[in-house]
């Protein structure tokens, strides 16, 4: 796959600060819908459905047009929708679910949960760690916790090798980061489908933001509600 898609790996590009510099925020939106459409096709068009269960930025690979392909089916598996679906661990580790640290069973969330890393990793430039992984839990609640990472202006949180965006792209940027943090719920269950992902990205819905970007504070971000058009 490597020799027929020009730009190699998504991983790459960001590590390379000039490279990661031809990743404008219109190309780096292109490249998280185009994962999620990818994965949403994967997970409820497929029949039966298809969990890739190694979503990281190393597998998706980007062509001569910056159009992402998802690349390493080696742990996908077919989900069996009639039973359980038992297996054993699998992934990269930083980019896995925490449910499967304790459990087996695997569904089309654990590609949820990497889609939200992955898509933070696309936006900030850079893996967001344990620690923006720990925060998940607040995304999605009312009570933001006692943390910094609250209190930073958004503008903070995106990658500083490129100028902040603007205007629309603002808007759809903080929309994406809102969808990853959502993706990065603790509870698979609390996690939206990919399909509503899709959905959401495809539509001309975004977050309506009432200051700018660097007046924004990320805690204000997750309290938001609702996408207007």
Known sequence: MYEYLERGSLATMLSKDEEAKEL?????????????????????????????RDISSKNILLDSEYEACVSDFGTAKYLNPNSTNWTAAAGTYGYMAPELAYTMEVNEKCDVYSFGVVTLEIIMGCHPGDVFSSLSSGASSSSSPASPFYEMPISDVL????????????????????????SLNPSPQSRPTMKKVSQLLSSTQRLHLSKPLHMTTCGELFALDGFTT
């Open 24 to 52: 404008g925020w219109s190309k780096r939106v292109n490249i998280v819908k185009g994962l999620a459409h990818a994965l949403s096709y994967m997970h409820h068009d497929c029949l039966p459905p298809i969990v890739h």
């Open 159 to 182: 990658d500083q090798r490129i100028s902040p965006p603007t205007n629309q792209e603002a808007r759809e940027v903080v929309s994406i980061v809102k969808m990853a943090f959502a």
